[in-house]
C-alpha cells in the first residue's frame, strides 16, 4: 500500500504539481544547474550524514551519495510521489546503496536531534508555509557545527513573476513567491533569526535573454500555488483576468530589445551553520565556507 500524506489545501496543490511535472523535470538545465551549485558550495565531504529537503528527481541527493561514499548516508524527502518514483529509478539504476527516500512534508519532519552533517534544499525553500519556523525545525535535526544551505531567487528574477505579481497587485492578490528571501539581507535575517551563525550568502547570476514568445508564456506560472496565495484572484471575473493578461503582454512587450527580454536570474546560496559544542562552552566564532 502506497502511503498516504495529510496535506492541507496549499501542500496538496505542490504536491499535484510536481506530480504533474515529473516526467520531464529532468529535462530542465537549470534546476540540475542549481543542484550541482549548491551541493558545491556546501562542501560535503565522505562520510557526512545528508539530508536532502525537496529531493524531486533525486539531483542533490544522488551527487551527494557519491561523494559522502559508503560511510556515509543520504536521506532525500519529498511530498510528491511521482518525483519520488522517479528519483528511486535512477538511484537503484546507479547502485546507490546509502540513499534512503521518504515521502514527507519538509515542515513536520520526525528525525533525532543531532541526525545530519547537513541539510540541504534546491529550488524549493520560498514554497515553505512558514521559513522561519521551518529553519527552527531543521537546525535540531543537524549535528553540532552542522550547516543548512538552501537556494533562493531575488525579488527581481524571472521576467514574467515580476511582471504577474505587479499586475495583479493592482486586482488585490498577493503572490509573495520571493518576499522573506528576496535580497542577500532578507536571507541572512532569516537565517540569523532561526538561530543559525557563521551565515554566508553566495550570489549568482543565471539571467539570458528569451523572446517575446517564451516571456508570455511564463504567465502560466500565476497558477503555481505559493504562501500567502490570497483567494482573490479566484474571485476575479473572465473579464478582469483577460484584462490582467493584456496588461501583463503589454508590460512584456515594452521590454523587448534587439536581444530579446533580459530574463534575470538572481540567485542566491544561502548557508548558516549550527552552533558547535565546543562554542556553547567558548563562545568561540569560526568561518562557515572559504571564501
Not at 562542501?43 to 561523494?67: N, R
Amino acid at each position: 500500500m502506497v502511503k498516504q500524506l495529510k496535506l492541507n489545501d496549499y501542500k496538496q496543490q505542490i504536491a499535484d504539481v510536481y506530480n504533474r511535472r515529473s516526467h520531464n523535470y529532468d529535462e530542465s538545465e537549470w534546476h540540475l544547474r542549481i543542484a550541482h551549485r549548491l551541493v558545491e558550495y556546501a562542501q560535503i565531504s565522505p562520510g557526512y550524514d545528508v539530508l536532502d529537503i525537496a529531493t524531486g528527481t533525486g539531483h542533490v541527493a544522488i551527487e551527494v551519495a557519491q561523494t559522502v561514499g559508503s560511510s556515509g548516508k543520504v536521506v532525500g524527502v519529498d511530498i510528491s510521489t511521482q518525483m519520488l518514483s522517479h528519483a528511486r529509478r535512477k538511484v537503484e539504476a546507479l547502485g546507490l546503496s546509502n540513499v534512503e527516500l521518504q515521502l514527507a512534508d519538509a515542515e513536520a519532519l520526525n528525525f533525532p536531534a543531532n541526525s545530519f552533517d547537513r541539510i540541504l534544499c534546491a529550488n524549493a525553500f520560498p514554497l515553505m508555509a512558514d521559513m522561519e519556523a521551518t529553519l527552527r525545525q531543521w537546525i535540531g535535526f543537524l549535528k553540532p557545527n552542522g550547516i543548512v544551505g538552501f537556494h533562493a531567487l531575488a525579488d527581481t528574477a524571472l521576467v514574467g513573476v515580476v511582471i504577474w505579481q505587479k499586475v495583479f497587485e493592482k486586482y488585490g492578490v498577493s503572490r509573495e513567491l520571493s518576499e522573506p528571501t528576496g535580497t542577500v539581507e532578507k536571507c541572512h535575517n532569516l537565517l540569523e533569526r532561526a538561530g543559525f551563525e557563521a551565515i554566508e550568502i553566495k550570489t549568482e547570476q543565471y539571467g539570458s535573454y528569451i523572446s517575446l514568445e517564451e516571456a508570455r508564456q511564463r504567465w502560466t506560472i500565476s497558477s503555481y500555488p505559493a504562501p500567502k496565495f490570497s483567494n482573490t484572484l479566484f474571485q476575479l471575473s473572465p473579464e478582469q483576468l483577460e484584462e490582467i493578461k493584456a496588461e501583463f503582454d503589454a508590460q512584456l512587450e515594452a521590454l523587448v530589445t534587439e536581444n530579446g527580454i533580459w530574463n534575470d536570474g538572481t540567485s542566491f546560496f544561502a548557508f548558516g551553520r549550527k552552533r558547535g559544542n565546543r562554542e556553547l562552552l567558548t563562545g568561540n566564532s569560526y568561518q562557515l565556507l572559504d571564501n
